[in-house]
């Protein structure tokens, strides 16, 4: 008898490793599977999020780009880049500060959204990275200025990076 017991718990034990292999193998592929989908919902979250930040984009810097335009692209209509010279006279009106301000804020805040992988990089270089790349090119003096004036060299980091980078490019 006890030999018969120890045949059947010997084929019973196999059987629960044969069992608990298969649902391991299956536990692998749904694994897998949802390692996939949760890629995929990424990918469409950054999309979503890059559709977003250009609607932003277009509502907020359209004022901006107004005061901006108007008191800057009349020094640039030969391709010269602002001076520091010129960048201090500007400043000295408040308006203008304010705009180069938000503006340099705004650009910054999407070039850290871009180079931490928050938002489709090619959707957002492809809608911006002209833009990006001149405006950077444009307003360096500000910068360079704001850094000097509050002693802290991360202002507008991100998007100099970004600029500079896609400059390269």
């Given at each position: 008898?006890?030999?018969?017991?120890?045949?059947?718990?010997?084929?019973?034990?196999?059987?629960g490793?044969?069992?608990?292999?298969?649902?391991?193998?299956s536990?692998?592929?749904?694994?897998?599977?949802m390692?996939?989908?949760?890629?995929?919902?990424?990918?469409?979250?950054?999309?979503?999020?890059?559709?977003?930040?250009?609607?932003?984009?277009?509502?907020?810097?359209?004022?901006?780009?107004?005061?901006?335009?108007?008191?800057?692209?009349?020094?640039?209509?030969?391709?010269?880049?602002?001076?520091?010279?010129?960048?201090?006279?500007?400043?000295?009106?408040?308006?203008?500060?304010?705009?180069?301000?938000?503006?340099?804020?705004?650009?910054?805040?999407?070039?850290?959204?871009?180079?931490?992988?928050?938002?489709?990089?090619?959707?957002?270089?492809?809608?911006?990275?002209?833009?990006?790349?001149?405006?950077?090119?444009?307003?360096?003096?500000?910068?360079?200025?704001?850094?000097?004036?509050?002693?802290?060299?991360?202002?507008?980091?991100?998007?100099?990076?970004?600029?500079?980078k896609?400059?390269?490019?």
């Amino acid at each position: 008898m006890d030999f018969y017991f120890n045949i059947v718990m010997s084929l019973t034990a196999f059987l629960g490793l044969c069992v608990a292999l298969f649902q391991l193998c299956s536990l692998k592929k749904q694994v897998s599977l949802m390692a996939k989908q949760m890629e995929s919902q990424n990918e469409w979250q950054k999309m979503k999020a890059s559709f977003e930040l250009l609607q932003q984009s277009s509502l907020e810097l359209n004022e901006i780009k107004k005061v901006l335009n108007k008191e800057f692209d009349f020094l640039l209509q030969d391709g010269s880049i602002i001076d520091e010279n010129q960048m201090k006279a500007a400043l000295e009106r408040n308006h203008i500060r304010v705009a180069l301000h938000n503006f340099i804020g705004f650009m910054d805040h999407t070039a850290m959204m871009v180079l931490y992988g928050y938002v489709n990089t090619l959707l957002i270089k492809d809608s911006l990275g002209a833009y990006i790349v001149s405006s950077y090119s444009k307003f360096k003096s500000y910068l360079y200025i704001r850094r000097k004036e509050t002693k802290n060299n991360d202002i507008g980091n991100h998007f100099e990076q970004l600029a500079m980078k896609w400059e390269k490019c």
